[in-house]
């Protein structure tokens, strides 16, 4: 089992920044992705950025070049820089790990979510 907690959300004007932060604690296998997905309200979750073990990123095209993903193994954190926010960037920010076993058998765990509302 893996427990997450997220920090970080807020109300931010356009333009502004934030730093999402989640921490990880309990089992996380040696291979493994940590990850911000976001859900607005009636539309689906979205992939954000994710971030591999050996320190692999992606993210979505909606973000890129404004987000920056990273982690401290250490600590077995993940982070989210978030800046020129815009309106469009707010949603609920969910944390997830998922582990992947020696049979590539994944399993995911995620968040309680933190809010991130960017006003025009």
């Known amino acids: 089992q893996v427990q997450l907690v997220e920090s970080g959300g807020g109300l931010v004007q356009a333009g502004e920044s934030l730093r999402l932060s989640c921490a990880a604690s309990?089992?996380?296998?040696?291979?493994?992705?940590m990850g911000w997905y976001r859900q607005a309200p009636g539309k689906q979750r979205e992939l954000v950025a994710v971030?591999?073990?050996?320190?692999?990123?992606n993210y979505a095209d909606s973000v890129l070049g404004r987000f920056t993903i990273s982690r401290d193994n250490a600590e077995n954190t993940v982070y989210l820089q978030m800046n020129s926010l815009k309106p469009e960037d707010t949603a609920v920010y969910l944390c997830?790990?998922?582990?992947?076993?020696?049979?590539?058998?994944?399993?995911?765990?995620w968040g309680q979510g933190t809010q991130v509302t960017v006003s025009s």
């Open positions: 997830n790990v998922r582990n992947t076993d020696w049979r590539r058998r994944n399993y995911d765990y």
């Open positions: 309990g089992t996380i296998f040696v291979k493994n992705e």
């Open positions: 971030i591999t073990s050996i320190g692999s990123t």
